[in-house]
Structures are given as C-alpha cells and as structure tokens.
C-alpha cells in the first residue's frame, strides 16, 4: 500500500520518530488510524444514543406527557420551579 501525504504531515510522522515515541513511521500512521478508529467508535455511540433520547422525547410528546412554556419568560420560569 502507498500512502501521499502533505509536507506537513510528513513532519508531522518525523516528528513523533524522532521523539522516540515511536519505531518508524509505520507505528505513527497505526497509531493515528486506531485513534481514528477508537474516535468513530465513540461517535456512533453518542449518535445511538442521541437517537434513543430523542425516541423517549418523541413517545413522550405523543403520550401528552410534556410541559408546556408559555409565560412572558417561559424558561426562566420553568428552571425556577427545578
């Protein structure tokens, strides 16, 4: 497999060889795609359960189970009754 990369990025991968932290450039570009991996994983999640909230606020709003704002600062008055 061939990878381009910027000139940037190209440092970038020097960089983190020369500070040790890493053997050669291919541990670098490993490491970088698990913490992409690992950063997708972690999205889905919150998306999955963003989904689900909204499900719950959804089957709430159809069930009648909401409270209604309508004063001349409706929120304010809400979180004060919290």
Do not use: C, W
């Not at 359960?49 to 004063?71: F, H, I, M, P, S």
């Amino acid at each position: 497999m061939h990878i381009s990369l910027t000139p940037r990025l190209e440092e970038l991968v020097r960089e983190k060889v020369e500070s040790g932290l890493y053997n050669n450039a291919s541990e670098v570009v490993r490491e970088a795609l698990r913490l992409m991996q690992e950063h997708d994983e972690i999205r889905r999640l919150k998306l999955e359960r963003l989904r689900e909230e909204l499900a719950k606020g959804e089957a709430d709003l159809v069930a009648g189970r909401v409270t209604v704002l309508d004063g001349d600062d409706p929120l304010d008055d809400f979180f004060a009754r919290l």
